[in-house]
C-alpha cells in the first residue's frame, strides 16, 4: 500500500484490541501515509468492527 500510487484511497483498519503489535504497526504506516486510517476499537469477535470505520471515510466523513 505504501507504494500505491494512487492518491484517491483510503484505508480503514480497525483493530479490536488484538495483543500482538499490529496497532503500532498501523501507527507507523499512518505517519508515513496519511492514506491509512488506524483506529482501536472494541473487542468484537468474529462479527468485526460493523460501520463504525466507514464513518470516517472521507470525502464526506470526517478525517482525522
Not at 488506524?38 to 468474529?46: C, D, V
Amino acid at each position: 500500500m505504501l507504494t500505491q500510487t494512487h492518491s484517491d484511497l483510503e484505508l480503514l483498519v480497525t483493530d479490536d484490541q488484538s495483543t500482538d503489535s499490529s496497532m503500532e504497526l498501523l501507527a507507523e504506516f499512518a505517519r508515513q501515509d496519511e492514506r491509512f486510517l488506524p483506529e482501536r476499537g472494541t473487542r468484537a469477535g468474529r462479527s468485526g468492527p460493523g460501520p463504525q470505520p466507514c464513518d470516517r471515510a472521507g470525502p464526506r466523513g470526517p478525517r482525522r
